[in-house]
């Protein structure tokens, strides 16, 4: 029985994106099932603390924008960091996701392929014919990811996993969960690979 991991995340972060080739990467690695579980950011920093990026002081949006340039170096990326089609609604993209799992497709490439289309091409992922577009040039059904994403069936999906993020202490995207254990923000991975090498038991909170 593989180990599993929850990997909470949105289309809509820059920094699930940053962090989401080193994450797979590892759990590919470790042979780690991903249970991947798109999150609306806006609602799960509301109930958290957290505020929208607009919300923040200048101050954190300035060290914000520092931020991206160090590790778009660390990574070896190329994109934006401020695309034209960026903050969009990403439920769709996300839906998506959560659709082509449950048609038992392995949504990497998909995932990858949209990372990209924001950050990269900034292309409008709120857009469902670049969408569509987006899962058939990897090979999956993009038309029916994209209606069924639009049902009230994922719509409840992507409700549930905000209520598990909660429930997992999770605040904020890319969140990893190995054992009950959140690694919070692409700049942990290392910790949750540091994790898995050692096959320490999980670290709990004393609060």
Known sequence: ??????????????????????????????????????????????????????????????????????????????????????????????????????AGYDPDAFMRRVYAGVWEDQLNLADPATLVKMADDCGLPGKQLVERSGSDEIGAAYEQNRRDALAADVFGSPGYVLDGEVFWGQDRIELLADALKSGRAPYRSQV
């Open 1 to 102: 029985m593989p180990r599993q991991v929850d990997y909470y995340f949105s289309f809509q972060s820059p920094w699930a994106y940053i962090g989401h080739k080193p994450f797979a990467e590892i759990a590919s690695a470790y042979g780690l099932k991903v249970n991947y579980k798109p999150v609306l950011l806006v609602d799960l920093f509301s109930e958290t603390g957290g505020l929208p990026l607009a919300k923040r002081h200048p101050v954190r949006q300035r060290y914000r924008m520092v931020e991206l340039q160090r590790w778009r170096d660390r990574r070896g990326l190329k994109f934006h960091l401020e695309p034209a089609n960026w903050p969009f609604n990403a439920r769709l993209a996300d839906g998506m996701v959560i659709a082509a799992v449950e």
